[in-house]
């Protein structure tokens, strides 16, 4: 390494951080990277954090090794855990229950009966996804009464859930919760194929105000449906911010060509560099060396952009475009002043290949 520093070195230093931005990343990445199953000691000392943030990474991370039996056994361990707030565990839950589990049922079951009404849905939702009758009901009833906290990874998991039988009361939530919540809301209902989802949508991106269109395009640019698709295409028409920023997830889903994100990538505007580099390193592969050029050209530049949030961006974006010969640009960065960024630096060297 140009720096003298190991990726896994500078993960186990960040491990330690006061900042749960970067202590949550970096250990949801050494549970990832272990040679040990479920990630070994990393995954306890994550899921034991104060902060439930940095717990719910450690899900995330315990999930993606699920193949493994240790990684499901922890999920169900911790859905038991009466210790854990209630999204969290209900995190832990629905995934041990996508993998088929169904020892976390009883643990939920007897949750959600003696939770308060805000705590419910997140308990109730491994048990419906597990087809449970009464667990389809309380989750229902929870989100048609709007009494939710601020928990938009809750909203990504019902999204991902395909429980069709909730959507009514979904949709009844919409009109019920505070404002920052109706995206999450309505990207979830588009995700379970509801036309209350596209009807939000369609609303917030024709807002006169332009913080709401944004916000609606951070939702949807995670949506990956053609329902989606076609709300960018129409979102995408004019010159404002969030006309571009809906072009360049155009670019990131491979249906605008890459020339309009290079070209953004070198705006005086900070937040639509940023954008722009997304978008090349979420883009498909393009069809030769020649064709893949510009974008890599344009990604090398960004890692010396004056701007933080542009060389973090360009960091994951090389890490997505998985080319050995990106190493030797990232490497440099694992000595960098900022741990958050030493932190992507680690994960895009894990991430890239060795090879020619």
Same mark, same amino acid.
């Given at each position: 390494?140009?720096?003298?520093?190991?990726?896994?070195?500078?993960?186990?230093?960040?491990?330690? +951080?006061?900042?749960?931005?970067?202590?949550?990343?970096?250990?949801?990445?050494?549970?990832?990277?272990?040679?040990?199953?479920?990630?070994?000691?990393?995954?306890?000392?994550?899921?034991?954090?104060?902060?439930?943030?940095?717990?719910?990474?450690?899900?995330?991370?315990?999930?993606?090794?699920?193949?493994?039996? @240790?990684?499901?056994?922890?999920?169900?361990?911790?859905?038991?855990?009466?210790?854990?707030?209630?999204?969290?565990?209900?995190?832990?839950?629905?995934?041990?229950?996508?993998?088929?589990?169904?020892?976390? !049922?009883?643990?939920?079951?007897?949750?959600?009966?003696?939770?308060?009404?805000?705590?419910?849905?997140?308990?109730?939702?491994?048990?419906?996804?597990?087809?449970?009758?009464?667990?389809?009901?309380?989750?229902?009833?929870?989100?048609?009464?709007?009494?939710?906290?601020?928990?938009?990874?809750?909203? +990504?998991?019902?999204?991902?859930?395909?429980?069709?039988?909730?959507?009514?009361?979904?949709?009844?939530?919409?009109?019920?919760?505070?404002?920052?919540?109706?995206?999450?809301?309505?990207?979830?209902?588009?995700?379970?194929?509801?036309?209350?989802?596209?009807?939000?949508?369609?609303?917030?991106?024709?807002?006169?105000?332009?913080?709401?269109?944004?916000?609606? !395009?951070?939702?949807?640019?995670?949506?990956?449906?053609?329902?989606?698709?076609?709300?960018?295409?129409?979102?995408?028409?004019?010159?404002?911010?969030?006309?571009?920023?809906?072009?360049?997830?155009?670019?990131?889903?491979?249906?605008?060509?890459?020339?309009?994100?290079?070209?953004?990538?070198?705006?005086?505007?900070?937040?639509?560099?940023?954008?722009?580099?997304?978008?090349?390193?979420?883009?498909?592969?393009?069809?030769?060396?020649?064709?893949?050029?510009?974008?890599?050209?344009?990604?090398?530049?960004?890692?010396?952009?004056?701007?933080?949030?542009?060389?973090?961006?360009?960091?994951?974006?090389?890490?997505?475009?998985?080319?050995?010969?990106?190493? @030797?640009?990232?490497?440099?960065?694992? @000595?960098?002043?900022?741990?958050?960024?030493?932190?992507?630096?680690?994960?895009?060297?894990?991430? !890239?290949?060795?090879?020619?």
């Amino acid at each position: 390494m140009a720096s003298g520093r190991q990726p896994v070195d500078v993960l186990v230093e960040a491990a330690g +951080d006061l900042d749960p931005s970067a202590r949550g990343r970096a250990l949801a990445l050494l549970i990832r990277h272990s040679d040990e199953p479920a990630g070994g000691s990393w995954a306890p000392r994550a899921l034991y954090d104060p902060n439930p943030w940095v717990a719910q990474l450690a899900i995330e991370a315990v999930h993606a090794r699920a193949p493994e039996s @240790a990684a499901l056994e922890l999920l169900e361990a911790t859905a038991a855990r009466a210790d854990l707030d209630a999204y969290t565990r209900g995190a832990a839950a629905v995934r041990a229950a996508w993998e088929g589990s169904d020892l976390v !049922l009883e643990p939920m079951r007897s949750a959600w009966r003696g939770a308060e009404p805000w705590d419910r849905p997140p308990l109730a939702l491994a048990g419906a996804v597990l087809g449970d009758e009464e667990a389809v009901q309380v989750l229902a009833d929870a989100l048609a009464a709007g009494d939710l906290p601020l928990e938009l990874r809750f909203f +990504d998991d019902l999204g991902a859930s395909g429980l069709t039988a909730v959507t009514p009361a979904l949709a009844t939530c919409a009109g019920r919760v505070e404002p920052e919540l109706h995206m999450a809301i309505a990207a979830a209902l588009l995700e379970l194929g509801a036309s209350q989802g596209e009807s939000l949508m369609r609303e917030a991106l024709s807002s006169s105000d332009l913080e709401e269109r944004l916000e609606a !395009l951070d939702f949807l640019v995670h949506v990956d449906l053609p329902a989606a698709d076609a709300l960018l295409v129409r979102a995408a028409r004019g010159a404002t911010l969030d006309a571009r920023y809906a072009e360049l997830a155009l670019v990131a889903r491979g249906l605008a060509p890459t020339e309009v994100a290079i070209e953004s990538s070198q705006s005086l505007d900070r937040e639509l560099r940023r954008l722009a580099v997304w978008a090349l390193g979420q883009a498909p592969p393009a069809r030769n060396e020649r064709a893949a050029r510009p974008a890599r050209e344009a990604l090398a530049a960004a890692l010396d952009d004056a701007e933080y949030a542009v060389v973090l961006e360009a960091v994951q974006a090389i890490a997505a475009r998985g080319r050995s010969n990106d190493r @030797a640009l990232v490497e440099p960065l694992l @000595a960098g002043e900022v741990v958050v960024l030493r932190v992507e630096a680690a994960a895009a060297l894990l991430a !890239l290949p060795t090879g020619g």
